[in-house]
């Protein structure tokens, strides 16, 4: 079953991207694991399934289960108003809840996010709550009602990040890893939200003859510029400033085990009746129907096949995990390349894996 995905992956290294990690999963076994190309270019080091990258968004559905478990516990409601837990943002008193913010439909702006970086060697004494104000006073208005429409904005799993910390006492990443990746038995070599040995993690680039490329003077920092390596310019290590909407770091592997775990009869993160609800459609405020449930977005091919997914993108690194609920498998891929096209490259890709059952 491996081999039918093989020779799809080897095409999209080098013109595409330096290189990759996929991993396809059902709820006990490993379909099809693959590491292809480069991790580092100039050093020739190949990528392997232990070298990290960034998940960027994906990380937004393992807030979206932090949530639903505090939900669970009776700790918040979905439909708790979100100034109960965060009360001092510009977006008080208009209406905002939990559910908004998870469906983003709460009516927040979205400014491009590339700046909200910080350089490995900062992160220590970097201050996350004095970086989510600086941006929060940047943008202070809505841009429609709550509850109106799907419109994506990254501030909103932000603040959720936040509501985690009042409600669980603990920091993001702490609560994350000992409420999800510790009961996944995911190791911090695997998945976390710091790089865990920088000689082991991938470098990320940009491609040089690409529009984001031209642009970057406007979209980054120059401190994320590294030297050219043939024809990618390479990224410096960094982490988001808001671990909730986009911290994570680890290995096609490390996302897999959510995946395996979500394709379980069994979550070991949530009830039966708390991951129904995690996977369930959502609305607006009209009953309107949104491309999204409280923690995916819902993908449809012509031909009726259905899944769920979360892509993720940023400063270096793309990537793509998805749930094919009707087929029993979960898929992982991800590049060192920002201009990658996951969903592009997953039809293809998943497609000849799931012919194979």
Do not use: C
């Not at 990320?204 to 003077?217: D, E, P």
């Amino acid at each position: 079953m491996s081999d039918r995905v093989a020779p799809t992956l080897a095409s999209l290294v080098g013109r595409q991207t330096p290189g990759l990690q996929y991993v396809a999963v059902d709820a006990t076994t490993t379909l099809a694991a693959h590491a292809m190309g480069l991790a580092r270019i100039a050093e020739r080091q190949a990528m392997t399934m232990s070298h990290t990258m960034m998940a960027y968004s994906m990380t937004k559905t393992f807030t979206a289960i932090a949530v639903l478990q505090l939900v669970e516990a009776g700790r918040l409601g979905l439909d708790d108003a979100m100034d109960q837990y965060v009360p001092d943002t510009p977006y008080a008193n208009t209406g905002i809840t939990i559910r908004h913010l998870l469906t983003h439909t709460a009516g927040l702006p979205n400014p491009i996010p590339l700046r909200w970086v910080h350089l490995v060697e900062s992160h220590t004494g970097f201050d996350e709550a004095t970086a989510r104000r600086e941006v929060l006073r940047a943008h202070p208005r809505l841009v429609r009602a709550p509850g109106e429409r799907f419109a994506y904005t990254n501030i909103g799993h932000w603040l959720l990040g936040a509501i985690v910390e009042r409600v669980s006492g603990m920091s993001y990443a702490e609560y994350v890893r000992s409420a999800l990746l510790d009961r996944l038995g995911v190791p911090a070599t695997a998945l976390d939200f710091t790089i865990p040995d920088p000689s082991r993690h991938a470098n990320g680039y940009l491609a040089k003859y690409s529009v984001i490329n031209l642009l970057k003077g406007f979209v980054t920092d120059r401190a994320l510029w590294g030297g050219y390596e043939g024809r990618w310019l390479r990224l410096e290590p960094h982490h988001l400033n808001g671990p909730a909407f986009g911290g994570l770091v680890g290995t096609a592997h490390g996302i897999a085990a959510l995946l395996q775990d979500q394709l379980r009869p069994e979550s070991v993160l949530l009830s039966a009746s708390t991951k129904q609800l995690l996977d369930a459609p959502q609305f607006t405020r009209a009953h309107t129907p949104i491309p999204m449930t409280l923690g995916w977005h819902i993908g449809r091919a012509s031909d009726g096949l259905t899944w769920l997914f979360k892509e993720g993108g940023g400063g270096g690194f793309h990537s793509e995990m998805r749930l094919y609920p009707a087929h029993g498998v979960g898929t992982v891929i991800i590049v060192n390349s920002t201009t990658f096209h996951s969903a592009r490259a997953l039809d293809r890709i998943d497609r000849a894996l799931l012919v194979s059952r």
